[in-house]
């Protein structure tokens, strides 16, 4: 296999990570960031994670021996990462590789500070379709990638059988928020007033079952 240089990494940089465009400044326009030494990533590590992307950087490294990268831990949690982000844009030292959530990466990719994915994707030869299509198409702007999808949380649904029995609504999930709108006055029905006929399990993450 041929080496791989320090730009092609940046095609495989696992996401909801986004690759930045090494500019400065939140419109962009600053000076590019130089193609030598290590590969800075961007991340945050909730539990296990940190030993599992260093697992994979050692990895990777043991592929690609001229390549390096300094794994940084940029905030206790994807909002820290995202504003800690956010303020660097002012300045030179931002990273190649950031870790961002479904909520952000829109809002880099709008203000140029996200480098397209697609061509780079050509370069090194990934193959986009061993990922899940609606995932990955969650990081698409004008038909342009900005991000690929990296340890995606997987929202979970719920229901109490007997209560959709007594309610008369067939025995599946929902297929559609018309079906929310209309099964929800039937379950709230038959839980009755003082009670809530559904709920989310961690309301300040609302936007990911959207």
Not at 156 to 168: R, V
Request: proline share 4%; with cysteine; hydrophobic share 40%.
């Amino acid at each position: 296999m041929d080496p791989l240089n320090r730009r092609q990494f940046l095609a495989l940089a696992a996401a909801a990570a986004g690759v930045t465009a090494g500019c400065a400044g939140m419109g962009g326009g600053g000076s590019v960031k130089s193609g030598s030494g290590p590969i800075d990533f961007w991340s945050s590590h909730p539990g296990q994670s940190s030993a599992a992307e260093r697992e994979l950087i050692g990895r990777f490294q043991d592929r690609f021996p001229t390549l390096s990268v300094k794994l940084i831990d940029a905030g206790k949690d994807y909002d820290e990462v995202a504003q800690k982000f956010n303020a660097a844009l002012i300045g030179t030292d931002v990273p190649d590789v950031v870790l961002l959530d479904d909520r952000w990466w829109f809002h880099f990719a709008l203000i140029g500070v996200l480098t397209a994915l697609d061509d780079l994707f050509g370069q090194v030869g990934v193959d986009t379709t061993d990922y899940v299509d609606s995932l990955l198409a969650d990081y698409e702007f004008n038909g342009r990638h900005y991000a690929v999808p990296y340890a995606r949380s997987t929202p979970l649904f719920y229901y109490n059988k007997a209560a959709w029995q007594q309610a008369g609504l067939p025995d599946r999930g929902l297929q559609s928020w018309s079906e929310f709108d209309e099964w929800g006055p039937e379950l709230q029905r038959v839980v009755g007033a003082g009670r809530s006929a559904h709920g989310w399990a961690n309301a300040d993450l609302i936007s990911w079952t959207f």
